[in-house]
């Protein structure tokens, strides 16, 4: 168990619709990740952010957006669904903004019908 | 553009071997660091191992390690005395300024 927990697990929506992802890292880690991950394929980054500021910003789309809120735990908004969205998001965390050493959540599986 | 190549897509392994994973990318940066991690079944992504790129000392974690070749900017990955429960996918990552960049990964089979 890293720490860092999602949810929901599982998630399965229609194209054109709009769902929140929820991600709390470990204690005491600012950082959060967001990654996407299709299937067999490797992971895409999409973006950072560390206590509360967006820091890196990677392949992620306009229909998506993600915040961080003081308690640190973050959400990722995926609008306009399309199939090609379905995939399995992870969530990671780190202590630090230099400290890369990231902790991966479960993971949330998206299904867009 | 930074890249990370991981040319081998399936690997097997007989257990108690030694097995070398490859990964090679591509960056005009001087600072990084580079990591492994594993992705079993479950699909939990663990991480395996780390690399600061100013480091010239290869790293190692237990049965892993790794020969890191800046010049050459390769980052393999040893696993000596492969045991069942390495079985997993592989990712080579790097990440420099705040970007993360993930390899395609490599399947690897210990074989019992």
């Known amino acids: 168990d890293s720490g860092v927990t999602q949810t929901p697990k599982h998630l399965i929506t229609a194209t054109g619709q709009r769902v929140t992802l929820r991600c709390s890292p470990r204690s005491g880690d600012l950082s959060v990740y967001w990654y996407q991950q299709s299937l067999d394929q490797g992971l895409q980054f999409l973006i950072q952010y560390y206590n509360g500021e967006e820091r890196a910003k990677g392949n992620i789309l306009e229909r998506f957006s993600a915040q961080q809120f003081p308690d640190l735990h973050s959400e990722l908004n995926l609008s306009s669904l399309e199939l090609g969205d379905s995939a399995l998001y992870f969530c990671?965390?780190?202590?630090?903004?230099?400290?890369?050493?990231?902790?991966f959540g479960p993971g949330t599986r998206l299904t867009v019908t | 553009a930074q890249t990370v190549t991981q040319s081998q897509p399936e690997m097997s392994v007989q257990e108690a071997e030694t097995v070398t994973l490859s990964c090679t990318y591509d960056t005009s940066e001087n600072n990084y660091y580079l990591f492994w991690y594993k992705q079993p079944p479950s699909r939990q992504m663990i991480l395996v191992i780390r690399?600061?790129?100013?480091?010239?000392q290869n790293a190692t974690e237990n049965r892993f390690s790794v020969n890191f070749q800046k010049a050459a900017k390769s980052f393999s990955l040893k696993i000596s005395d492969s045991q069942l429960g390495d079985t997993a996918m592989y990712f080579c990552a790097f990440v420099s300024r705040g970007q993360f960049y993930f390899g395609t990964g490599t399947s690897l089979t210990v074989i019992p």
């Open positions: 690399q600061e790129a100013y480091k010239q």
């Open positions: 990671a965390s780190s202590g630090g903004f230099l400290s890369y050493e990231q902790y």
